[in-house]
């Protein structure tokens, strides 16, 4: 009896752990890049805000990756064909507040999670329109 116990509520935390990831605390419709600036979007890249890591601590925008995350070079030309449906916006939105989503070939999920709690929308809007420069 103990066993089964112990099964059932193994169970119930691995099923729990399967389950859709919290909403992000900044939706893709709070993104505005109507007044959205790559200058402060390139700042954030490579400036710490609100304890959130760096972009530039994994990524790279030449060359090869980081070593952790793959280079961002030439992103801009890709964002938009990564995922049917999505525009290059709400595909390098999603890439930042859940990286997760998407995975590149060969990098594993070790990507900060909470850049939608750090970050301001009109950060993540800033960003979004510094890595659309990226060409």
């Given at each position: ?11 119930s935390?691995i099923l ?10 900044i ?49 801009a ?11 290059s916006t ?23 999670g ?22």
């Open positions: 009896m103990r066993f089964g116990l112990m099964l059932v509520l193994l169970c935390l729990a752990g399967c389950g859709e990831a919290e909403p992000p605390a939706t893709f419709d709070e993104i505005d890049m109507t007044f959205a600036d790559a200058g402060s979007g390139e700042k954030l890249y490579s400036q710490s805000a609100n304890g959130a890591p760096t972009c530039a601590s994994c990524h790279v925008v030449e060359g090869s990756g980081g070593g952790i995350g793959p280079s961002l070079e030439g992103i030309s890709v964002a938009g064909s990564r995922v049917s449906g999505e525009d709400e595909y390098l939105y999603w890439s930042i507040v859940r990286p997760a989503r998407l995975l590149v070939g060969g990098y594993s999920n070790v990507m900060y909470d850049y939608d709690t750090a970050y301001e929308a009109a950060d993540i809007a800033d960003l979004i329109a510094y890595l659309q420069t990226l060409e």
